[in-house]
DNA sequence: CAATTTCGCTACATTTTTGTGACAAAGGCC
DNA sequence: GGCCTTTGTCACAAAAATGTAGCGAAATTG
């Protein structure tokens, strides 16, 4: 699932910039110029995380973050300041209201997008790392490889990210239109039968033994509602 | 032995939070406030890396740089740049003295203590630890070789860096973005395909064996990911 | 059981991503 | 200065992944 990234930022070409950025490395982006509007987006919206310019409309980025801190709902959102102030005053001031890191402007994109990483890796372990293991499925993220019973399990692109998504949700069922949005990314636009090719190519890799042996299907068709990874087939 | 570090820097608080970080991360912490002294500790303490701020008393951080450099006993001296003007112009000028690294005001511990470590990598394998051993491959840090199955492999200065970062990160998945980061460096700027071609001539040094036959090769090509180095190969 | 919806599956054209050789610029060395 | 190594980039070839259409099977409905 694409990590969700909430910028709150006035300066349009910035603006630009960055999401464009954002995008590109596998991020959504939602994008506000308004402090208030920031608050509201940030709880409605449950971002995975908040880049925030210190000098916005309606409301300082530090009164942004203050709040965010006080609210119960994103007390523990990952912050990201962007200022143009480098002094040591204002970082301290900074670090006291709670943010997460710092870039200071001008910066770079490839920088910009390394301390986002950074901050989520560090604050949000299950987005970047570790195992997932469910359904005799054993994912290792960092390693981008899937056994399935001790048998590899070889996996394009985007049955990879299909597979983790099942698995940090296991068990659940998902329409075609959730998978979409959490797969292949909000503002594309596919048709959802596509879903379909894509879970039987995942079926297909996943049910698969090295020994050419066919394993018990995983991932269990809902019909009329979606598809969903299984642990246990009911017995027929 | 822990590396020792001489810390440049004329602000008390900066110092004291520099100091605590560093000494918790395992380092030994010189401390001067003044540039003529940093010069003579540089000189007596052998220190293994040095953090210079760009403005401190009776000489100009840069001014310490340049005449470091310039003595034979410090010339290859790891340094890194505290400054906290952020305009590119500067950072040209700071490296062009000879600085290896420079951290823009304000930074956290965290962050300054990652540069470190990251210029002591590149710069000081020695400190990082002797030998790495994975997939066959077996390399000396600090005499820069690296042999394959016993046949020795010959590879340029990147080739080199890129190999012992996979060392480091057995497995491990790395994205061009990262590899651009953690073996070129966090202010250089090249095309990430540079990576494609890097990859291709350490595939090329060390799936070749002495006498000339083709050994598996040891870097997984991840689409859309990135590249990884493995140790058991497809089993055919 | 017939009508209708939903899904599995295959084939295929397109797009994306990676491999590879060549080349010129930059830098080190003698 | 010449000579050699290393480096970054480009252009093109090769490979892999992707999205869609289409058809028939299976489930659902009534």
């Known amino acids: 699932m694409r990590p969700k ?11 630009e910039l960055i999401s464009y950025n954002l995008e590109k490395e596998g991020f959504d982006v939602i994008r506000t110029d308004d402090g208030e509007e920031a608050l509201v ?33 994103t007390a523990n959102l990952p912050i990201v ?17 709670g943010a997460d890191d710092y870039v ?5 994109p490839r920088e910009l997008v390394a ?4 901050v989520l890796r560090r604050l949000r372990p299950a987005l970047s790392g570790g195992n997932l293991d469910y ?12 056994t399935r019973d001790g048998s590899t399990v070889s996996l394009g692109p985007t049955e990879f990210r299909l597979l983790r998504h099942f698995l940090e949700h296991p068990g659940r069922v998902f ?9 292949w990314g909000r503002d594309v636009y ?38 969903a990874l299984d642990a246990a087939p009911l017995p027929a």
Chains 1, 2 share one sequence.
């Open 41 to 73: 987006l940030a709880q409605e919206d449950k971002p995975d995380l908040v880049i925030l310019d210190w000098m916005i409309a309606n409301l300082s980025g530090i009164e942004v973050c203050r709040r965010l801190r006080r609210a119960p709902l």
């Open 104 to 108: 200071t402007k001008p910066f770079s």
């Open 81 to 97: 300041m962007l200022t143009a102030r480098a002094e040591e005053a204002d970082r301290i001031r900074g670090l006291e209201t």
């Open 175 to 183: 329409s075609r239109e959730q998978l979409l949005d959490a797969v």
């Open 190 to 227: 596919v048709e959802q039968r596509t879903v379909d090719v894509h879970i039987r190519r995942l079926r297909k890799a996943v049910n698969a033994a090295d020994n050419g042996t066919e394993l018990p299907d995983v991932i269990r068709t809902v019909r009329s509602a979606g598809y």
């Open 135 to 146: 359904a005799g499925i054993s994912m290792d993220t960092s390693a981008h490889k899937v």
């Open 5 to 15: 990234i909430l910028l709150v930022e006035d300066d349009a070409s910035l603006v």
């Open 115 to 118: 301390r986002v990483r950074a």
